[in-house]
């Protein structure tokens, strides 16, 4: 029974890192996709500072969190959000209007998936 006592300990260690690390992702992600669906309705009000300021407080916050989610995450999917945010300051910066909610959509999709893909799931363990 002693022998196994460790092995159990390290594996409810890590389904425990594994569902708290889930959900802070989860949290994070549903906190810049709200912060981009706020830059989208400003920039269809026409209010292009805001939705620059709004966007720039989104990428602030995700760039906070960039070193934990390449510990813990795909870089791949964290390369490609990393450059749907730059593509957006872009769209921003010249106000064009349909490429910037485009992009936006994008990345609030992306930023979902990132989500799914740290989510504690069957289909993940699978």
Known sequence: MRGTLPPLALLACLLAFALWNGERIGDDTAR??????????LAQAEDWTGAAAALAESH???????TYLHVVSQHSAVD??????RRCHAFAATQELSEFRAELAGLREQLRLLAEMERFSIRNVL
């Open 32 to 41: 810049w996709r709200a912060q981009l669906q706020r830059a989208d309705a």
């Open 80 to 85: 490609e959000a990393e450059a749907m945010y």
């Open 60 to 66: 602030a916050d995700w760039t906070s969190g960039q």
